[in-house]
């Protein structure tokens, strides 16, 4: 490539974003796809996001994905929000628009749905769910996993009023409850998705293990390159049919992002088997 040919630039955003993968999974699609773009990690500092933004959009950028911990902040500097942005409360991916407006959309939720029904076949509608947390990661996939209709979704975290605060904001998308872990009985779940921040400290949510029967789905939105999350680990250790990280989410989220902003998709199957799953 010459010196004079365009580049798209692109970035993703976060404090820190050092081990972000996001950088090599944009690159791949733009190989993939002839897309003639360059994509790099960005740190901003925690207090500065916006002038970042704004240094960002002046140099030229395209659109940045925004990670940890500035996707409210995202959020609310946006001026035009997709319906999905909306109902999170959170934006990951923003578009530079020629007029200086940004438009901001959110794709962890449908990058999960994408990874779970698509890639793993595992089905959504008509079974029964158990989310664990209730933060913004949370919040951000709620939407399009009530899009699949599940037969039941409920949240379990620590803290109760934050499962109920989702529960009364999203409680007309479907049939939702919120309860605390000690209170989850013996009711057996199709699918248990850990949206809690736990595996940062290697932790797991404290769940009773009556919740996994031998037809159970375990899924961990977080991921981890070399070595299985703890969640996952706890997952077979009580008798889980199977047990996913989140690698295959963030592939697909990414993959929206990329569409979104180039309008074609790439082949994700082939950069999720790069990193790692079988
Ligand atoms: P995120 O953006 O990752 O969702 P967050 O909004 O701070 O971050 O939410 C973190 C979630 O992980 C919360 O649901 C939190 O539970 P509380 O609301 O009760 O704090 C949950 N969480 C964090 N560490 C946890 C742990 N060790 N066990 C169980 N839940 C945990």
């Not at 628009?97 to 990058?111: E, K, L, S, Y």
């Not at 529960?167 to 850990?194: C, M, P, S, T, W």
């Not at 009556?210 to 008798?239: E, K, P, R």
Request: glycine residues 8%; charged residues 20%.
């Amino acid at each position: 490539m010459s010196s004079t040919d365009h580049v798209d630039r692109y970035a993703v955003v976060g404090n820190p974003v050092a081990h972000s993968l996001s950088p090599q999974i944009h690159t791949s699609f733009a190989q993939q796809t002839g897309q003639a773009l360059s994509y790099q990690a960005i740190e901003l500092p925690l207090t500065s996001f916006e002038t970042g933004i704004r240094d960002l959009q002046q140099q030229g950028f395209s659109g940045v994905n925004v990670t940890v911990p500035f996707k409210r902040e995202a959020w609310e500097l946006c001026n035009h929000k997709s319906r999905a942005a909306q109902d999170a409360g959170a934006v990951n991916t923003l578009t530079f628009q020629p007029d200086d407006d940004i438009d901001g959309n959110n794709t962890d939720g449908v990058g999960l749905v994408r990874d779970l029904v698509d890639n793993l076949e595992i089905a959504i509608d008509n079974r029964s769910i158990l989310v664990l947390g209730a933060g913004g990661a949370v919040r951000g996939v709620l939407g399009p996993i009530l899009a699949q209709s599940p037969a039941s979704l409920t949240i379990a975290n620590r803290t109760l009023e934050k499962a109920t605060e989702l529960v009364r904001d999203f409680g007309a998308q479907g049939n939702l409850e919120a309860v605390a872990y000690d209170a989850l009985g013996a009711e057996k779940f199709d699918l248990i998705i850990n949206g809690t921040a736990a595996g940062l400290s290697n932790e797991v949510p404290p769940l009773p293990d009556t919740v996994i029967g031998a037809n159970s789905i375990c899924y961990d939105m977080m991921y981890s390159v070399s070595t299985a999350t703890a969640f996952v680990d706890w997952a077979y250790s009580h008798g889980a049919a199977k047990a996913f990280d989140g690698i295959g989410m963030l592939v697909e989220q990414a993959a929206e992002a990329f569409v979104l902003w180039r309008t074609v998709r790439p082949d994700t199957a082939e950069v999720i088997r790069s990193l790692g799953r079988l």
